[in-house]
């Protein structure tokens, strides 16, 4: 009985090593032929999640594959964050296993493009720019200022930056705290700058600014971000910041999806 058990034991850790290591070289061939297909810079990250893979594969149908890379957006200018989340992926086990997977079905399909704050920084030519969440919502321990998620129905935030040296001379080179409207329209992320937001202790607010200068600081901070679609052709439907990042976001059903559209070329 203790050799049976033993010889049990040695037979589940070479199932679980088997069913890893299929795993792993099938997230690899993905990952090369999501690289090769979209022409990204670098190999994304993929990992096929589920409890057994061997049983996915087997039935050819897979629970959850998750993907993300990074690339650029062929009308804004930058590197870009994609991710996108795969779920009831239909898919042959020898189409996963060679690479030549292309169009495949899938009962839901999460996308998002994430842009970071040197990226955000570069388009509003302001390279201290920092996005923050509304002051009033400290839930995340951080007064405000990790920027909780906001989508595209409430959509407010505020923006830091360095005025320009065309300010008046007693503002010029110093930071000022603007409140803006995030939302995202079509396949286009607006970030509007409406009005003053309350300062922190190395801001002053808008409205401290001569009038004469508070439009151009509106301006300054007013930018449209050309998305078109997220990964794999979906359109956005909402957009939220987060942690110092704007996100796009949407979703689509019982679709079937172009691995070569994980960034648009």
Not at 66 to 74: E, K, L, M, T, V
Not at 171 to 177: D, I, L, M, R
Not at 191 to 215: K, N, V
Request: with cysteine.
């Amino acid at each position: 009985m203790r050799k049976l058990i033993i010889g049990l034991l040695i037979l589940a850790g070479l199932a679980v090593v088997t069913d890893f290591s299929v795993a792993a070289y099938s997230e690899y061939r993905v990952s090369r032929a999501l690289r090769k297909g979209a022409d990204l810079p670098a190999d994304p990250a993929v990992a096929i999640r589920g409890v057994s893979f061997l049983a996915q594969a087997l039935d050819g149908r897979y629970d959850n594959v998750w993907i993300r890379a990074g690339g650029n957006q062929p009308h804004t200018p930058g590197e870009y964050e994609f991710e996108a989340t795969l779920t009831g992926v239909r898919l042959p086990l020898g189409e996963l296993v060679d690479g030549s997977l292309r169009n495949v079905p899938v009962e839901r399909v999460e996308s998002s493009l994430r842009i970071g704050p040197t990226e955000l920084g570069r388009l509003f030519n302001i390279p201290d720019l920092q996005v923050k969440g509304p002051p009033a919502d400290k839930s995340d321990g951080t007064g405000g200022s990790g920027g909780s998620g906001m989508t595209a129905t409430d959509g407010v935030l505020c923006l830091t930056g360095s005025l320009p040296d065309g300010t008046d001379k007693q503002f010029a080179g110093k930071k000022v705290a603007v409140r803006a409207e995030l939302v995202v329209d079509g396949g286009e992320v607006k970030i509007t700058a409406t009005g003053s937001c309350p300062a922190e202790t190395d801001t002053i607010p808008l409205a401290l600014l001569p009038q004469p200068d508070q439009p151009a600081v509106l301006a300054r901070f007013t930018r449209t971000i050309d998305i078109k679609e997220l990964p794999f052709g979906v359109q956005p439907a909402k957009v939220r910041a987060d942690g110092g990042w704007i996100v796009a976001e949407g979703k689509g059903v019982n679709v079937t999806i172009d691995l070569d559209r994980l960034q648009q070329s």
